[in-house]
């Protein structure tokens, strides 16, 4: 990937981001990829979105957080709260109108947090296997424990050799903003895509955050037979059509 430009903030952070700013009379929102842990944005749910996107002359913005894909910065001092202010940063500093924002696990996490500061330009939220909370949820207490320490924890990476870390300080930050125990103020429409055979996420935390969200429109889309990753060419297509509903 070659065609991305980096944007500095304030306090130094420099993010890596790719953007088209589509045809000005194509309407619609920009579309918004929050990529999930350890992710980036050369993934081929964003790279599709963006493809297609470029195709259809709409707006999009793909980022890599810093610490990680082109951005600078070290994983190890990723927080949420710094990731959305990167997020924010960029969507304040490169778009317009109205935004339709697009979380992947983490990022559907990540997606909340951003949407609560950006209501008044929001004309959805889309969540591909979204894990908020997943602090809680996700992790036994013998390792909150750890993480409450200070530690570092490691666990299996299916998706690659190295093993996964969650750093005490990325958890430190991650249990302030926890959201699915009481009501999520975000009343846009929303829509849920979740594979019942994700071993990473259960899918009853996407029907948790259906109930969470104070949206009197919200859909949950479940696939019998969908991993975590959801990067299957039939996933992306039930993607693509979920994002098509925004653009008319």
Known sequence: MTDHL???LYD???VAFRYTHGAQDSGGPCLVFLPGYMSDMSGSKATALFAEAQEKGRACLLLDYSGCGLSDGDFAEGMLSGWRDEVLALVASYTRG???LVGSSMGGWLMLLVAEHLKHRLAG???IAPA???TRWGYTE?????LAAGET???PNPYGPEPTPTYAKFFADAECHLRLESGIAITCPVRLLHGKADADVPWEVSLKLKAALRSDDVQVTLIEDGDHRLSRPADIAALK???AEFYG
């Open 98 to 100: 109205p935004l339709l």
């Open 142 to 146: 013998e390792q909150r424990a750890a």
């Open 6 to 8: 980096h944007h500095t």
């Open 125 to 127: 939220l889309i969540g």
């Open 153 to 155: 924890i490691f666990e």
């Open 12 to 14: 130094g952070r420099r």
């Open 132 to 134: 908020p909370d997943f």
């Open 241 to 243: 059509a979920i994002v």
